[in-house]
């Protein structure tokens, strides 16, 4: 094969592959943490690591397998991509997780933390199974609070807010 042949193939072989599109970036999107503790780093720097507070955090840059993430306290840190979860692909994530092991408090709360706005039924259900499963995450109850004022149930948002809701007979 000739030289010439040889930058034609090539060529060739750069124009049939699929071209990266801005839509593959996740710069912008909001993203949920794919496990309980995950680590970031400030600019690269592994030895100068946090753990990101939040559960949904917006996305600030992607370089491919790490993101640029800012947590609820503002702080923002790279982590690796494979420790977060796309809000639209987080209900069957955390189905999955789930399906292994039903005793998952985490699952159960991102999972209702990720139904889309008209799903607020599935959302309640799913905090509530992990108030069940783990009482004392403040957290869930103001997750399970701000759903309930979703339905307009005022009640029970300031009884979760306030801590005092009973786990039984919530349907």
């Known amino acids: 094969?000739?030289?010439?042949?040889?930058?034609?193939?090539?060529?060739?072989?750069?124009?049939?592959?699929?071209?990266a599109r801005a839509d593959d970036s996740w710069v912008g999107l909001e993203v949920l943490k794919a496990k309980p503790k995950v680590l970031a780093d400030r600019?690269?720097?592994?030895?100068?690591?946090?753990?990101?507070?939040?559960?949904?955090?917006?996305?600030?840059?992607?370089?491919g397998c790490r993101l640029r993430v800012r947590d609820y306290a503002g702080r923002e840190g790279w982590a690796d991509k494979a420790d977060f979860v796309r809000l639209?692909?987080?209900?069957?994530?955390?189905?999955?997780?789930?399906?292994?092991?039903?005793?998952?408090?985490?699952?159960?709360?991102s999972r209702g933390i990720a139904w889309p706005p008209g799903?607020?039924?599935?959302?309640?259900?799913?905090?509530?199974?992990a108030?069940?499963?783990d009482p004392?995450?403040?957290?869930?109850?103001?997750?399970?609070?701000?759903?309930?004022?979703?339905?307009?149930?005022f009640d029970k948002a300031i009884r979760d807010y306030d801590g005092e809701i009973p786990f039984d007979g919530l349907s």
Request: charged share 30%.
């Open 136 to 153: 004392d995450q403040a957290i869930v109850y103001w997750c399970r609070g701000g759903a309930w004022g979703t339905k307009r149930d």
């Open 88 to 109: 639209p692909d987080a209900p069957a994530y955390f189905t999955e997780l789930i399906r292994q092991d039903r005793r998952n408090a985490f699952a159960w709360t």
């Open 43 to 63: 600019d690269g720097d592994k030895q100068i690591s946090f753990e990101l507070k939040g559960s949904l955090l917006p996305v600030v840059k992607d370089e």
């Open 1 to 19: 094969m000739s030289l010439r042949h040889l930058i034609w193939a090539i060529c060739l072989a750069l124009l049939l592959l699929p071209a």
């Open 119 to 129: 799903e607020v039924d599935k959302a309640v259900a799913d905090f509530t199974e």
């Open 131 to 133: 108030l069940r499963l």
